[in-house]
């Protein structure tokens, strides 16, 4: 379009495509949930170098934190170059809590920190955003569920990123937990056996 001096339809273009991306989002989502509930969803373990996990998650987070201008960090604190767990489910479980830790904090931090500890691979998702009540930390794993569920909802998203991340996690065998407060931000706690190599 640009070559050809269609610049009017430029916008247009972009919203199709952000749009297709979305739905292309949901359907994966979708399909992803329906494995899950059948018990046909399998680990695919492979050694993950820590170092392209770090690259491929800053990547994908930085432009995504810039639209909300937020500052993004990732701080590896992990003593260890590399470590086997299904690097897709563990890269996509990150890029949920970490994008959605950028769309609901405004002009603030979102950080990554990475530590182990215990046999165990810490990956903490730290955010200065909008925070959860202690009813939404009950029920934000829940297929569907929303944060702001109501007429007045600001923020996008079909509710299955957080239910699917738990799942993920438990088919690893880790857990995902979250500490919140309102107005202060919250942290996701993702923890999986780490599995040196």
Known sequence: LEVEGNF?????????????QRLLNMINSLLDLAKIEAGKLDLHNTD????Q???SINDVIKPIAAKNQNNFNIHNLANIAQFVTDKDKLEQTLINLLSNACKFTQQGEVSLTIYVGNEQITFDIEDTGIGLTAKQQEYIFEEF????SGDSRQFGGTGLGLAISQRFVELMNGRISVVSEVNKGSVFSVIIPHNSV
Request: glycine share 0%; no cysteine; hydrophobic share 40%.
């Open 145 to 148: 569920r929303q944060v702001d």
């Open 48 to 51: 993950v170098s820590l170092a």
């Open 53 to 55: 996990l770090i690259t």
């Open 8 to 20: 009017e339809l430029i916008d247009d273009m972009e919203k199709v495509t952000n749009n297709s």
